[in-house]
């Protein structure tokens, strides 16, 4: 029977209350003393209480497996505070006349048990297995409220462990869903490349599967250092710079303490992305792309801007801006920000992320 006097952590802070109650008990009978002639015998109230409550001690274990058999059969309802005070109520009937037993074997006064028991009148009876009822109660209430805490605390926990699975992912599936844009504008300005210049369409190739390679090794984290970011940035470009050539110009600008401050993978490249889609795959002529990326005290602030083409239609921004915002709404909630607008001859995205306290100034 393993729940017999398990010297658990548990047991022992209920088993010190068990014994401050005794001591309470006694003092209190000692105070009371104080006010009379009558010589307080501390022996003998010792022993005559103890039994009672060392009785209480060995009956914690069982306290605990009542309370646990409940819950895990009814769960955190009304129905274990029904059977618990029921079967407290059992167990203080049983609890007095076997402690009343214990405390007259210990002081020697068998003979007089025998006749108190049979003297006492039932309000007598009642009052000593009140006393017994309410020590339970104190004990089985103490211990289902705990228990129900500790489930509720483990509940919340599943919930946000679930939350955060679920955060993963769709962060997973959201970076999946960035790979097949640059794949499909790499092959579809491959085809062109094949025939019209092999060597380049060989350099391409190259690069392509450079890139492949080191996405998916950043994809395995949410975070990667600003550098890694930039250099996969650069991978796309190269791409893209064989498939445009003079029409695209990109220019960067990166504050040096920033490369190593963590970003999200896969953050620069839909920018990117965005400016080729709506700027240089529209215009003949050269298109100019800035980026700059700098701290802001506890932010890292990224800047791209592209020149217009002459017929340019304004839209709140493609699919790529969009998973953009959906990765930034799951990693900083409510504290990153995407802004865009359209300034003179040039179109602005601006980029604001919360950094980690550890990178704080």
């Known amino acids: 029977m393993s729940f017999?006097?398990?010297?658990?952590?548990?047991?022992?802070?209920?088993?010190?209350?068990?014994?401050?109650?005794?001591?309470?008990?006694?003092?209190?009978?000692?105070v009371y003393y104080l006010g009379t002639d009558i010589s307080f015998q501390w022996e003998k109230q010792i022993l005559t209480r103890f039994p009672s409550y060392g009785l209480w001690l060995a009956l914690i274990p069982l306290i605990f497996a009542l309370v646990r058999n409940r819950i895990n059969r009814y769960g955190l309802t009304i129905r274990p505070v029904l059977h618990l005070a029921a079967g407290g109520a059992?167990?203080?009937?049983l609890h007095r006349p076997v402690a009343s037993f214990l405390s007259a074997v210990v002081t020697g006064t068998t003979g007089e048990f025998y006749t108190d028991i049979t003297s006492a009148s039932f309000f007598q009876i009642m009052a000593y297995v009140l006393d017994s009822y309410l020590v339970f109660l104190l004990l089985a209430g103490t211990r289902l409220t705990e228990t129900a805490w500790r489930m509720a605390s483990e509940d919340r926990e599943r919930a946000l462990k679930l939350e955060r699975n679920l955060a993963d992912s769709r962060l997973q599936t959201l970076s999946i869903q960035f790979q097949p844009h640059f794949i499909f504008n790499a092959l579809q300005g491959l085809s062109m490349l094949v025939y019209k210049d092999p060597s380049a369409a060989d350099s391409m190739i190259t690069t392509l599967s450079d890139l492949l390679r080191a996405s998916a090794r950043m994809?395995?984290?949410p975070f990667i250092p600003l550098s890694d970011e930039l250099a996969l940035s650069e991978k796309y470009l190269?791409?893209?710079?064989?498939?445009?050539?003079?029409?695209?110009?990109?220019?960067?600008?990166?504050?040096?303490?920033?490369?190593?401050l963590p970003c999200p993978p896969f953050i620069l490249q839909p920018l990117f992305e965005n400016a080729i889609k709506h700027a240089v795959e529209r215009n003949p002529e050269p298109t100019r792309v800035a980026l700059t990326i700098q701290r802001e005290g506890t932010r890292l602030i990224i800047?791209?801007?592209?020149?217009?083409?002459?017929?340019?239609?304004?839209?709140?921004?493609?699919?790529?801006?969009?998973?953009?915002?959906?990765?930034?709404?799951?990693?900083?909630?409510?504290?990153?920000?995407?802004?865009s607008q359209r300034l003179d001859s040039q179109f602005l995205i601006e980029l604001t992320l919360p950094l980690p306290e550890g990178n704080h100034p």
Not at 7 to 30: K, P, Q
Not at 310 to 322: A, D, N, Q, V, Y
Not at 326 to 334: F, K
């Open 4 to 30: 017999l006097f398990p010297l658990t952590r548990s047991w022992l802070i209920y088993a010190a209350g068990v014994l401050l109650l005794f001591l309470m008990s006694v003092t209190s009978s000692w």
């Open 90 to 93: 059992i167990l203080a009937v």
């Open 303 to 339: 800047r791209m801007t592209n020149s217009l083409p002459p017929k340019f239609t304004e839209s709140s921004g493609g699919t790529g801006l969009s998973l953009i915002r959906e990765r930034l709404n799951l990693l900083y909630p409510g504290t990153a920000q995407l802004n």
């Open 219 to 221: 994809a395995e984290s």
């Open 238 to 260: 190269t791409i893209q710079q064989i498939r445009f050539g003079s029409r695209l110009s990109v220019a960067t600008d990166t504050d040096p303490d920033c490369l190593s």
